[in-house]
């Protein structure tokens, strides 16, 4: 029987992305799945090019190996950087609760800052000192991922100039283009590439959605999301209000893509088919199977943004991950190649 062909879409969330790692170890466990393509946002983009380098490097066992070494990394270059920071970094928390991968970055900023000023006085050194770079060129040979063999992907930023949406494809990946899907402009100055400059992806695409489904050809995507798109109790305090508005912000896209296709498959199905044809994501709509995985508000509690990724934190977070998708194909192994399980009604998620 060949194997269902699968597409992911990776939501971002800073060190959160520990949670993605797991639900994708657990994914490539299972025999009968081949991922042909992924799209992803900020920490969904740095999962998505490290899953498919290893896919491309030795097949699921080399993906599970390169995803474990990458946020290894991580947690041992947060602890580099905190202690660099030196007196800095007990205050960091206060000022960068939200940041991407936010006790790593924001302790090598102030580092940075500290030692020579401004990130160095210039975009292209501010952005080689970006640990994530480093951790990123050693992980992922990049120039086989522009290979035409290569799973698809698409990663999302946002370009800063005309707030335009901008996706990079194989063809487009380097460290920088990853670098720019990743940027927060409260962290890093914008990413500069061919002379534009770009912010994180996450504020337009979440994943991106479209593009995934228009140019590849896979009928099952599925989604693995981070950011609770519900809490049931309302935030208390300044930092508790400013983490949920962050939440409703880079889940608004997503929640938005989401119904825009549901709307359209149900007018496709209406109306038989009728419009099909004028445009690559039409053909593709009315075969489509969304699926999803989601961290509750139970896994992320408030203020977890500000924590330290420590290697037990993100151990944590990845069993957690791992569970959820187990939990997930108990349920709906069998409905992958044959049925939808996420059904998406026409008000969901719609934002005051």
Not at 34 to 47: F, K
Not at 118 to 124: K, R, V
Not at 214 to 241: H, K, N, Y
């Amino acid at each position: 029987m060949p194997p269902v062909r699968l597409e992911l879409a990776l939501q971002g969330g800073g060190a959160h992305g520990a949670f993605t790692w797991g639900a994708l170890e657990r994914l490539l466990n299972e025999d009968g799945i081949e991922i042909v393509a992924i799209s992803g946002a900020s920490a969904g983009a740095v999962n998505a090019v490290l899953l498919a380098h290893g896919l491309m490097e030795g097949g699921r066992p080399a993906a599970q190996r390169t995803l474990w070494q990458f946020w290894k990394s991580v947690s041992r270059a947060a602890q580099a950087a905190r202690l660099a920071a030196g007196p800095f970094g007990a205050a960091l928390p206060e000022w960068a609760p939200f940041a991407l991968w936010s006790a790593t970055q924001a302790a090598w900023r102030a580092f940075a800052e500290t030692a020579i000023g401004g990130l160095g006085g210039g975009t292209a050194l501010g952005q080689n000192l970006n640990p994530l770079r480093r951790l990123l060129a050693e992980a992922v040979d990049f120039e086989r991922l522009r290979a035409a063999d290569a799973p698809r992907l698409f990663l999302s930023a946002t370009d800063v100039a005309t707030g335009a949406l901008r996706v990079f494809r194989n063809a487009d990946l380097t460290p920088e283009a990853v670098l720019a899907s990743a940027c927060l402009p409260h962290l890093f100055r914008a990413v500069e590439i061919d002379g534009r400059a770009y912010w994180d992806g996450g504020y337009l695409a979440n994943p991106p959605l479209a593009p995934l489904i228009a140019e590849a050809d896979a009928s099952d995507l599925l989604i693995v999301q981070l950011t609770p798109q519900e809490r049931r109790e309302a935030p208390r305090g300044a930092a508790a209000t400013a983490e949920r508005l962050n939440e409703i912000v880079f889940n608004a896209s997503l929640v938005n893509e989401l119904r825009a296709i549901a709307a359209l498959q149900r007018a496709l199905a209406e109306g038989g088919g009728a419009g099909a044809g004028a445009e690559p994501l039409f053909n593709r709509l009315g075969s489509l199977r969304l699926h999803r995985i989601s961290a509750d508000e139970s896994v992320f509690a408030p203020g977890d943004r500000a924590r330290l990724p420590e290697w037990s934190y993100l151990q944590c977070l990845h069993q957690q991950g791992f569970d959820a998708a187990g939990a997930w194909l108990a349920r709906h192994r069998a409905d992958l190649g044959r049925r939808a399980t996420l059904a998406v009604p026409p008000d969901a998620g719609m934002l005051p």
